[in-house]
């Protein structure tokens, strides 16, 4: 697999990912559900794992490519905090009162203090306030004004164990990513087929593993081929594993293998999408489809509700990546040697 970090098509397949997030979302928030459950796995998950799955692929190049602590902390921290914090504030001063006075249903008199509560008590990434003063009420999916920004905290769990492994030397032995992966897929097994019931072993490898299947990839990148046939079995066995309880024990790997190559493969220049659109588009459609819900949208059904909270986000995505997210991973390179550009493209 040839991989070039200025030609490829990550950031329009992250995009791809972050809409299809949307999709799914559309149906929870306007009270709908999927009763095939293959479906319901493959839509519910995918979207998020070919997130950490990039992420995986891209955070230890980037390791390889700078392996200083400061330098990969800086560009981690960048890269996720500035515009998670923007989209707390806007959320809490300008999307939800904002959804609530259009509503009818008003703020009360706790909101401005409990909006001030979501703002603090979210900002290390931990999510510990999912509601402002009991609100988004009367809709479909209640109490929850972001029901995505949780999983930020475990994505950068997973930088720093890329950290943690890099400052013990064991990512430069060849053995330590195909162990890792085999160890959370014991681990995935498990949690999802076995006795073992522990919150953070079961999140631990739903997280971790993709993430690591994506570091897999890189670690095999020269030798891995990108056949379309190859490419066609991928996709074949990622359906077919959603048959399974836990589709990743199958998928994690196929998924990795089809989204990274397909990546590699997309250096047209109009698949080389030069802005970062996915994770403003992730971390507010959330937010913004509560409003919709808020203001009688869900009874459009799901996918018209999916278009008008796609077309209502991407917006929100410009101007965080524009004004925002852009401006902080300039800070990245300023005295960092060698910059670290294949970061510049990671989630």
């Not at 060849?174 to 995935?188: D, K, N, Q």
Request: a positive charge; proline letters at 6%; hydrophobic letters at 55%.
């Amino acid at each position: 697999m040839v991989f070039d970090p200025r030609q490829n098509a990550l950031n329009a397949l992250r995009l791809l990912l972050a809409i299809s997030v949307i999709g799914w979302h559309s149906f929870p928030i306007t009270g709908r559900d999927i009763a095939f459950d293959p479906l319901r796995q493959l839509l519910s998950h995918v979207g998020v794992d070919g997130f950490f799955t990039i992420s995986g692929f891209l955070i230890v190049s980037s390791w390889v490519r700078a392996p200083r602590t400061v330098t990969f902390l800086r560009a981690r921290a960048l890269r996720i905090f500035p515009g998670f914090w923007a989209s707390l504030l806007v959320t809490a001063v300008v999307i939800a009162p904002l959804a609530l006075l259009l509503s009818g249903d008003g703020l009360g008199a706790r909101y401005w203090r409990d909006s001030v509560s979501y703002v603090g008590r979210n900002a290390g990434l931990w999510v510990a306030q999912y509601d402002i003063a009991g609100t988004p009420a009367d809709v479909p999916f209640p109490g929850v004004w972001n029901g995505s920004m949780w999983t930020l905290f475990w994505e950068f769990l997973c930088y720093l164990a890329v950290l943690a492994l890099g400052l013990t030397r064991l990512l430069e032995r060849r053995f330590t990513i195909p162990v890792a992966f085999v160890a959370l897929t014991l681990t995935t097994l498990a949690t999802a087929y076995g006795p073992v019931d522990n919150y953070w072993l079961t999140l631990g490898s739903r997280f971790g593993l993709p993430f690591v299947a994506g570091a897999v990839v890189y670690h095999y990148r020269d030798r891995l081929p990108v056949r379309g046939p190859l490419l066609a079995l991928a996709a074949v066995l990622v359906l077919a594993a959603c048959l399974l309880p836990d589709y990743r024990v199958v998928a994690a790997l196929p998924l990795a293998y089809f989204l990274l190559s397909v990546g590699a493969l997309g250096r047209h220049p109009r698949l080389r999408f030069r802005q970062d659109l996915s994770y403003g588009t992730y971390i507010y459609a959330f937010p913004l489809q509560q409003a919709l819900a808020l203001v009688g949208a869900a009874s459009l059904g799901v996918f018209l509700f999916a278009v008008a909270s796609l077309a209502l986000t991407l917006p929100f995505a410009a101007a965080s990546w524009f004004g925002i997210e852009k401006p902080a991973l300039r800070l990245k390179g300023r005295t960092a040697k060698p910059v670290d550009r294949a970061s510049v493209a990671t989630g």
